[in-house]
Nanobody, 124 residues
Framework: QVQLVESGGGLVQAGGSLRLSCVAS????????MGWFRQAPGTEREFVAAINWSGGTTYYADSVKGRFTISRENAKNTVYLQMNSLKPEDTAVYFCAARLGSRNWQREDEYSYWGQGTQVTVSS
């Protein structure tokens, strides 16, 4: 059983930056692909970014491409989401998730483990 704990959320002005972290425990972190999803009030949870087990392959939603960067440090059991040029529409609860396999990275049901989420609020 893998436990995931996110941190790094907060309130930031539009155009600012935040870095989210997600620390994993209870499993062999390097076995898992990792993803970030987000959910704004009144909307469904959506895919943001994902990274394969080695960090060699990354995937992004079109809405964040060029602004967000996902990375991982397997020695620290941690995945990061660097968010730059933030916009008010990026406001959401951000979740990290862990999965095995290497297909359909944007699908929530491919991920077996989820964190509790961290709030990101971008003011205009």
């Amino acid at each position: 059983q893998v436990q995931l704990v996110e941190s790094g959320g907060g309130l930031v002005q539009a155009g600012g930056s935040l870095r989210l972290s997600c620390v994993a425990s209870g499993g062999t972190f390097a076995y898992y692909g990792m993803g970030w999803f987000r959910q704004a009030p009144g909307t469904e949870r959506e895919f943001v970014a994902a990274i394969n087990w080695s960090g060699g392959t990354t995937y992004y939603a079109d809405s964040v491409k060029g602004r967000f960067t996902i990375s991982r440090e397997n020695a620290k059991n941690t995945v990061y989401l660097q968010m730059n040029s933030l916009k008010p529409e990026d406001t959401a609860v951000y979740f990290c998730a862990a999965r095995l396999g290497s297909r359909n990275w944007q699908r929530e049901d491919e991920y077996s483990y989820w964190g509790q989420g961290t709030q990101v609020t971008v003011s205009s």
